[in-house]
T-cell receptor
Framework: GAGVSQSPSNKVTEKGKDVELRCDPI?????LYWYRQRLGQGLEFLIY????????KSGLPSDRFSAERTGESVSTLTIQRTQQEDSAVYLC??????????FGPGTRLTVL | AQKVTQAQTEISVVEKEDVTLDCVYE???????LFWYKQPPSGELVFLIR??????QNEISGRYSWNFQKSTSSFNFTITASQVVDSAVYFC?????????????FGTGTRLKVLA
């Protein structure tokens, strides 16, 4: 498809388990972003990839969070030893620099 | 530092009324971009409008319009003749070009309820 896709759409896990979330950006978009959105809240920036530059990790809330991106394609966000406060919708977006971001449908993470 | 403020937490209007959503931003850059996004109850964020700080280039569609005032650092968004389908949370966002990066800062959102 032409849009940003994310998988899984829903993930339920037990506290302490690791989870991996995937994002497939729009082909050709050099910038990729991860955000977290807690229920009824705004978007919290997590990490930003731009081409081959070092990612901007300034929004990652703890060292349990990490992300990788292969070239200008797929990205994975990994949360280790999940906690209940990690429960949220994780949104991925891609764009050309300075242009509109296009968002995926999100992954709803529930940590029991 | 970047900052985006959406002071209106929630607005309710009756269908066919015009409604303006406020956005105030802070930036030290002279070149930056401003955006509005819509998040309907389904949850997926939809791009609406982009505005450059340095020229008149803009994007607009249908019943949507904006009022960009550099002097007051505001980027207000107006929906004309609102419809029930406009009910959503609307986010304003700012992107600077500091150091060649394009990190986006989002406001906290305004929830719009359009009543039939």
């Amino acid at each position: 498809g032409a849009g940003v896709s994310q998988s899984p759409s829903n993930k339920v896990t037990e506290k302490g388990k690791d989870v991996e979330l995937r994002c497939d950006p729009i082909s050709g978009h050099t910038a990729l972003y991860w955000y977290r959105q807690r229920l009824g809240q705004g978007l919290e920036f997590l990490i930003y990839f731009q081409g081959n530059s070092a990612p901007d990790k300034s929004g990652l809330p703890s060292d349990r969070f990490s992300a990788e991106r292969t070239g200008e394609s797929v990205s994975t966000l990994t949360i280790q030893r999940t906690q209940q406060e990690d429960s949220a919708v994780y949104l991925c977006a891609s764009s050309f620099p300075g242009r509109a971001q296009y968002f995926g449908p999100g992954t709803r993470l529930t940590v029991l | 530092a970047q900052k985006v403020t959406q002071a209106q937490t929630e607005i309710s209007v009756v269908e066919k009324e015009d409604v303006t959503l406020d956005c105030v931003y802070e930036t030290r850059d002279t070149t930056y971009y401003l955006f509005w996004y819509k998040q309907p109850p389904s949850g997926e964020l939809v791009f609406l409008i982009r505005r450059n700080s340095f020229d008149e280039q803009n994007e607009i569609s249908g019943r949507y319009s904006w009022n960009f005032q550099k002097s007051t650092s505001s980027f207000n968004f107006t929906i004309t003749a609102s419809q029930v389908v406009d009910s959503a949370v609307y986010f304003c966002a700012l992107s600077e070009t500091t150091s060649g990066t394009y990190k986006y800062i989002f406001g906290t959102g305004t929830r719009l309820k359009v009543l039939a």
